[in-house]
């Protein structure tokens, strides 16, 4: 398929672009940039992107697809729908399923399901030890030849920390990257808020800040030892986000990211206990959501996740600590990420390069690039459409969304994967 995107503006951080131009796409791929089209070149669909953002795919370093074991709130076929209608292009599912997904098999399993709905790119987490139980270390290498895109053991304790170190081991010799949640598992057990004024009127099970902080000082001196690269997800406080700053400024090789809604909602959205607020890492204080935000542009923090976690209804239908922690959001990630920018928090090359370059680099995919050559996975995106968030209109068979009701600003009108148009939110010529 030959397609013409024209008169967009494009956007590609990973080469220093950002111009109005036309974009041209033949057999999967970018085949050119600029105001001409290439000898012999006849589209047969044009794209009219006049005052649209043209910018690579989003690549999403965590959306829980729920398979296998969790068909019940939500599948493949649901989520892949949602994440393309949000623009993203490539999604990374951690291994936290029933059963984990720790062998060859598990991978070939989400391959082919992928393959059949044929939306958007599932790239693979796989768990680093047996059953994520912390005690025996999977088959990484094997693993590795099967596609995944990294290791981690998700929100589950270690065995000790010899476990840890050999996993790190194992792991730095085959360049294979450590995806770490930092949490200390004796800290936050059983909590459910950010330890503070809050969870103390409201009497809730409290996680401190030195869950997080006290994690990252644990696993810093290892990641240095062993040499792995290591990736801290969901990075949540302020003392936290500068200590991996302060490594990062030390050469030690890591990267992290922050969810979305850490970037807006605070302990004050569980004030009349909104389970829809139950998130992990916890909603933390006003100071630290700021010091997060500021990160961003401080090589803090180096890209933007949707943490996306459907759930069914009945998860979020219980007392606070009871409920199901995440939101559903792979579909909210594209606007609220705009407003970001339309706030003055960070400019819109940086947005892009948040959603696409860096996180790419961080799964070590080619993908979050619109050179020539690469494939064909471009979202473009109407940055002044407004709508308001409906979690019953949702793609996602998740609904749990907090951010119902709000104004949302910014929606992908087409994505395109390898060259082939999976979502569009008005017919192309």
């Not at 979305?260 to 009349?272: N, R």
């Not at 959501?289 to 943490?307: F, H, P, V, Y």
Request: proline share 7%; with cysteine; hydrophobic share 40%.
């Amino acid at each position: 398929m030959k397609i013409a995107i024209e008169q967009g503006r494009i956007i590609d951080p990973a080469n220093d672009f950002d111009a109005i131009s036309n974009l041209y796409i033949a057999h999967g791929e970018i085949i050119a940039i600029g105001d001409q089209p290439p000898k012999g070149f006849t589209p047969q669909q044009t794209i009219n992107a006049q005052h649209k953002l043209v910018v690579p795919g989003l690549v999403d370093l965590c959306a829980r697809v729920c398979e296998p074991g969790f068909e019940y709130k939500a599948d493949i076929d649901s989520e892949s729908l949602a994440a393309v209608s949000g623009g993203i292009t490539t999604l990374c599912s951690p291994p936290d399923t029933d059963p984990p997904i720790q062998t060859p098999a598990d991978i070939e399993f989400i391959v082919r399901r992928q393959s059949e709905v044929g939306l958007t790119k599932i790239r693979v987490l796989a768990a680093i030890t047996q059953g994520l139980r912390g005690e025996q270390l999977t088959d990484m290498a094997h693993l590795q030849e099967s596609g995944c895109v990294g290791v981690t053991n998700v929100y589950r304790p270690f065995a000790n920390a010899n476990v840890i170190r050999r996993a790190l081991e194992y792991a730095a010799g085959l360049e294979l990257t450590v995806h770490i949640h930092p949490q200390d598992y004796a800290l936050a057990e059983g909590g459910c808020a950010h330890e503070g004024a809050v969870s103390t009127r409201l009497g809730l099970p409290a996680i401190p800040e030195a869950a997080e902080t006290a994690a990252i000082g644990f696993y810093l001196p290892l990641i240095e030892q062993s040499g792995v690269k290591a990736h801290f997800c969901r990075l949540s406080t302020a003392k936290g986000m500068n200590m991996v700053r302060r490594a990062r400024h030390d050469k030690l090789n890591i990267t992290a990211d922050v969810c979305v809604h850490q970037l807006f909602l605070t302990e004050i959205d569980i004030s009349d206990f909104n389970s829809l607020c139950h998130t992990r890492p916890p909603l933390r204080s006003q100071r630290d959501r700021d010091a997060l935000r500021m990160a961003l542009t401080e090589d803090g923090i180096q890209a933007i996740c949707s943490d996306h976690n459907p759930h069914d209804l009945e998860a979020k239908l219980a007392p606070f600590p009871a409920t199901e922690p995440g939101i559903s959001s792979i579909e909210t990630l594209l606007p609220l990420t705009l407003r970001l920018v339309e706030e003055g928090v960070i400019s819109l090359p940086q947005a892009v390069s948040l959603l696409s370059k860096n996180p790419a680099e961080i799964l070590g995919l080619n993908a979050g690039s619109l050179a020539v050559g690469k494939p064909a996975d471009i979202c473009v995106i109407d940055p002044s459409l407004e709508w308001d968030c409906d979690p019953q209109k949702m793609n996602s068979r998740g609904k749990n969304s907090p951010f119902a009701g709000w104004t949302l600003k910014g929606a992908a009108e087409v994505t395109l994967v390898n060259g082939k148009i999976v979502h569009t939110r008005k017919p192309v010529t």
